[in-house]
């Protein structure tokens, strides 16, 4: 029996079967056209976990013919890697073979350790391949960027998930019909996932393993991952009624009803800055001037959100939702802003007035432009009546108390 992690089994044996990545590896995108053309370049692959960085890397070795070595940065000294670099020169020489030096998590090491891949990279000595879930741009030494090229990788979908999980059940490196998954236990494992390949693959072939049944069926994953299936669909009518309970939760000032249906989202694999999204279209929609520093909080969560991710994000978004519900509602902006578009597109599109136009040239001013203009700073209170509206809206007011 094959005690190699299904993870590793089932990889990808060519670039077509990679998933998620086609704006790289599609026709006439870049990866696609370096192996059409024969070529291979040190690269940075930036991406988050088990979205197939590694996976491409190798393929790149079968692709080239080249020696592959792997190291990780959390594990792996560069004085280790510099032996296998050294190596790599030799090998250059006699046999004039590529190697690949696949560095995971390469953001690890510092600038200094960085620079030790200079010279070999620079002379085409090693291929390096880094794969990294930091910005480049802010981990990496700008020597060692500017001799690679950087490539994003895409997080795997919902519907990506799904597929690497049907392929592995069919496979014969995988299941090979032994197992089947239930319709709730494929969207659990999908979901709870989060986009992670690997992570997907080990709870379907821990589940295999726990399962007495060739059909495994929800419970049996619970039962595995320990964590309890939420019905949440993604991609159907559940999310949609879930955010829209949140919604109405914060406009009915109720934080804890908020915090439920929050938790509810989080935890069944929602991804955070949808929510923070729409966090953010709360406090202008239905807060707005009854309270500015509500926008100001929910911006603030969602770029806490993308900067520590989850879990520890999730109680930015908590306190946002908590906030949220709490402060005065007003839908002013939301109903004037509403008046105001729909006279912008339906009457007629007239001319600002001159007295409000500015005249930065001389022919301009000579025109009229600007002529008559009262600035307000000339009056008390910077305070003066004149007309800003065209003249057929001249008395429309679209906001109350005005």
Known sequence: MDKTPLADRVRPENFEDVLGQEHLLGPGCPITKQVEKGRLFSMILFGPPGSGKTT??????????ADFTSFSAATSGIVEIKKHMQQSEKCKKLYNRDTIIFIDEIHRFNKAQQDAFLPYVEKGIIILIGATTENPS????????????VYMINPLTFKDMKKIIKRALASEKGFAGKFELTPEALDFIANISDGDARVALNALELSSLASREKIIDL???????????LKYDKQGEEHYNIISALHKSLRGSDPDAGLYWLARMLEAGEDPLYIARRLVRFAVEDIGAADPQALVVAIAAKDAVDFIGRPEGDLALAECVVYLAKVPKSNEIYLAYEQAKE??????????????RNAPTPLMKKLGYGKGYKYPHNYPDAKVEQDYMPKSLKKRKYLKGK
């Open 56 to 65: 491409i890397a190798r393929l790149f070795a079968k692709k080239f013919s």
């Open 138 to 149: 802010f981990e990496l030494n700008s020597s060692l960027l500017s001799r690679v090229k």
């Open 219 to 229: 419970r049996t994953v619970e039962d595995v991952v320990q964590k309890k299936a």
């Open 343 to 356: 006279d912008a597109l339906k009457t007629l599109a007239e001319p600002v007035p001159m007295h409000i």
